[in-house]
């Protein structure tokens, strides 16, 4: 997908444009029978813009589809063609109304195959019904999301793979939502989508932190020993050091679903932790090392990510002390906060 297809279609579409604009004083100025080449000449042209313009988007779908880039997104982050697409289908809606023309009688050849979440009846502010270009770029989307799955299938790790699900969706939604896309999609179109962005970071957070959790005890459970005290928290300290620097380098670039994913993970992780902090702590608390985390360190750790900058200054080790390292329990790693 090159960045001159975007300019032919923008020169095609205003050309398109001037003429039809121009048509009534065309008609009225060339209207005698001498000069009624120039109206032919002009009608040839609309018809060539259009056929041209056709050809483009059509090129354009082709390069979608055709796109097999095989390298990963460093941390799930929003993909290039993502991005693109996103762009090159946001400034065709300045062109609706001339494209909806070209695009009148243009049905697409697949369009049994997409989804019934794909149609509806948007409205312009005329009350009139744009189906085709609304069905038109709706395809393009969906086209783009279904190289996206294929693009998450290229991380090892599935909490990373659901993230850049994520990641891309929500950028998607974005771009729709801030755009006339959202009059041509319609809410319900935006509704979905913002479910499925919900539902691959629960995919995420289950994946990512669901082992974590799994060695933390119910506490209602009978009385532990000593020793499985001291097996509890070494589990746990293994466990979340291990998922904490794995994920020091992912990414989620909307603020606002970084928070939501991080508000969840702490509020499932750091509960289930501080109970069994405060009930066995003083159990092994004269074994050094046993207890490396407090309920605050975990809020800062956790704090941290996300940003996809490798969260605080270090990975965690098991060769040191968290506790120890902290000045006081309430020292904020990263500078960062919740």
Not at 163 to 190: C, M, P, R, T
């Amino acid at each position: 997908m090159q960045e001159s297809s975007l300019r032919e279609c923008s020169a095609h579409s205003t050309s398109t444009k001037a003429i039809a604009d121009l048509w009534p004083e065309i008609e009225s100025i060339f209207d005698l029978e001498s000069s009624s080449t120039v109206k032919q000449q002009a009608i040839s042209s609309l018809i060539k813009l259009g056929e041209a313009a056709r050809a483009i988007l059509t090129d354009f779908e082709s390069a979608i589809s055709k796109d097999h880039s095989k390298a990963a997104v460093p941390g799930g982050d929003i993909h290039p063609m993502t991005r693109y697409v996103m762009n090159y289908v946001t400034f065709l809606t300045d062109y609706s109304g001339i494209l909806a023309d070209i695009l009148a009688d243009w049905p697409l050849p697949v369009l049994s195959s997409l989804p019934e979440a794909y149609f509806g009846s948007p409205l312009f502010d005329d009350g009139t019904v744009n189906s085709a270009i609304s069905t038109r770029l709706a395809w393009l989307v969906l086209l783009m999301l279904c190289k996206l799955d294929g693009r998450a299938e290229m991380y090892k790790d599935a909490a990373l793979s659901y993230l850049f699900l994520a990641n891309n969706l929500q950028y998607v939604v974005n771009k729709v939502q801030k755009s006339s896309l959202k009059f041509l999609h319609g809410d319900e179109w935006i509704k979905k989508h913002e479910a499925k962005v919900r539902q691959y970071a629960s995919n995420y957070e289950r994946m990512g932190w669901s082992k974590v959790l799994a060695t933390l005890p119910d506490i209602n459970d009978n009385q532990m020993t000593a020793q499985q005290v001291t097996e509890c928290f070494r589990s746990f300290n293994s466990s979340f050091e291990e998922a904490y620097n794995k994920q020091a380098s992912w990414v989620v670039s909307d603020s606002k679903l970084r928070d939501q994913i991080k508000i969840s993970v702490a509020g499932k992780l750091v509960p289930a932790y501080s109970e069994f902090y405060e009930k066995y702590r003083q159990v092994v608390a004269r074994k050094g090392g046993i207890v490396r985390f407090t309920p605050v360190d975990l809020e800062n750790y956790l704090s941290d990510l996300l940003f996809g900058t490798g969260g605080s200054s270090s990975h965690l080790s098991s060769s040191s002390s968290l506790s120890s390292l902290n000045s006081s329990p309430t020292h904020s790693r990263g500078g960062r906060s919740r």
